[in-house]
């Protein structure tokens, strides 16, 4: 199977970066090196090519109504203009996918999923729109997405848009979508637009002072904020409340997977835990995970934290926060314990 390129790749390649497949993308991992990236985020401005992404739009009478039914939030409480994360659940009550929701007036609505889930989402709101008065398009093959994050991304925006936008808000121009969004845990945006805009935004932020990242500090910035990383962190057999992720469940309205989720509340279960080592050394996803000498569990996401300079992993434990555990690296136990995330 052939990979896919954005519309930037050759920008990518200029610039140096190392492509690796990503979802079935040619994507840039890093440019120059994932902690001078990652640090350039949390200091100034980055910019990420995350054009993979998808957008599906919903537009029809009954757009509030099913989609409240195929994620876990009730959009009779979003008004225009609003972006809300939030899961799209089977009847299992496990993720298909986590998305962001865009409110761009009350009968048309946009959702961004991930990369690798674009097919499976559409299809799967497809097979439940049949009671709905609703029409759906799956336009990823014809939208760009750039995220700008950082502490400087705001002033970046205003001299590149003349625009400002609040923290999970959305402003339009023209056929471009704004929001205040992002992965990184830091102030910025994504900006979303016609494929053949994208290559004048890219170099218009990047003239400006934005430095290009690549996935590889994408993965740390979010790891340190605890973000769930989708096919990675869930896999479809993970229910929400196992990820540790009921703030995003809206209780007071019906939604496939509900009943499920209520009678799992029931029972005890693993959550995903936040893993902190304590020794030198570099954890990856599979590493194992043993608590008093016994096998418990394997990291879902593990990497270096730039910022804490320690081992950071995520992993699903039936401990509590502070336990001691150890993570298997190549045949060595590296100390480390159970702590409550974000970890930055």
Same mark, same amino acid.
Request: charged share 25%; net charge negative; proline share 3%.
């Given at each position: ?12 390649? /200029? ?5 690796? =497949?990503?979802?079935?993308? %040619? ?40 989609? @409240?039914? +195929? ?6 409480? *979003? ?11 089977? %009847? ?23 990369? @690798? ?13 049949? &009671?709905? /008065? ?14 700008? *994050?950082?502490?400087? @991304? ?10 400002? +936008?609040?923290?999970? *808000?959305?402003?339009?121009?023209? =056929? ?26 890219? %170099? ?27 096919? *990675? =962190?869930? =896999? ?11 703030? +995003? ?8 997977? &509900? /009943? ?10 693993? &959550? ?16 194992? +995970? ?6 418990? @569990? ?47």
């Amino acid at each position: 199977m052939t990979s896919r390129r954005t519309p930037l790749f050759s920008h990518h390649k /200029e610039l140096g970066a190392k492509i690796v =497949d990503f979802a079935g993308w %040619e994507m840039p991992i890093q440019y120059t090196s994932i902690l001078s990236e990652h640090k350039a985020v949390r200091d100034g401005a980055g910019i990420f090519d995350v054009s993979h992404m998808g957008q599906i739009f919903v537009k029809g009478p009954e757009t509030i109504d099913f989609l @409240s039914y +195929v994620t876990t939030w009730d959009m009779n409480r *979003q008004k225009k203009g609003d972006c809300r994360y939030c899961h799209i659940l089977d %009847e299992r009550g496990c993720i298909i996918d986590d998305t962001i929701v865009y409110t761009i007036s009350e009968d048309s609505y946009m959702l961004i999923p991930n990369a @690798s889930k674009i097919s499976k989402v559409f299809d799967w709101l497809s097979k439940n729109s049949e &009671k709905f /008065e609703v029409s759906l398009e799956n336009l990823s093959d014809e939208y760009f997405c750039l995220a700008l *994050q950082g502490p400087d @991304s705001s002033r970046l925006l205003g001299q590149h848009l003349n625009t400002s +936008v609040g923290s999970f *808000q959305l402003v339009k121009i023209g =056929d471009t979508i704004i929001s205040g969004t992002g992965y990184t845990g830091e102030k910025g945006c994504e900006i979303i637009g016609p494929l053949s805009e994208v290559v004048n935004h890219w %170099e218009s932020l990047v003239e400006m002072g934005a430095i290009p990242i690549g996935l590889g500090a994408r993965d740390t910035l979010r790891l340190e904020k605890g973000y769930l990383l989708s096919g *990675q =962190d869930f =896999d479809g057999n993970q229910t929400t409340l196992e990820a540790d992720y009921s703030w +995003v469940i809206d209780w007071n309205h019906d939604f496939i997977g &509900k /009943e499920a989720l209520m009678d799992f509340q029931k029972k005890r279960y693993p &959550k995903l835990r936040g893993i902190l080592i304590e020794d030198r050394g570099i954890i990856r996803p599979g590493n194992l +995970v043993f608590n008093n000498g016994s096998k418990i @569990s394997s990291l879902t996401s593990g990497s270096l934290s730039p910022s804490l300079r320690k081992g950071i992993g995520l992993a699903y434990l039936d401990l509590d926060i502070g336990t001691p555990i150890t993570v298997e690296v190549r045949g060595n136990h590296l100390n480390g314990r159970v702590v409550r995330m974000p970890f930055l």
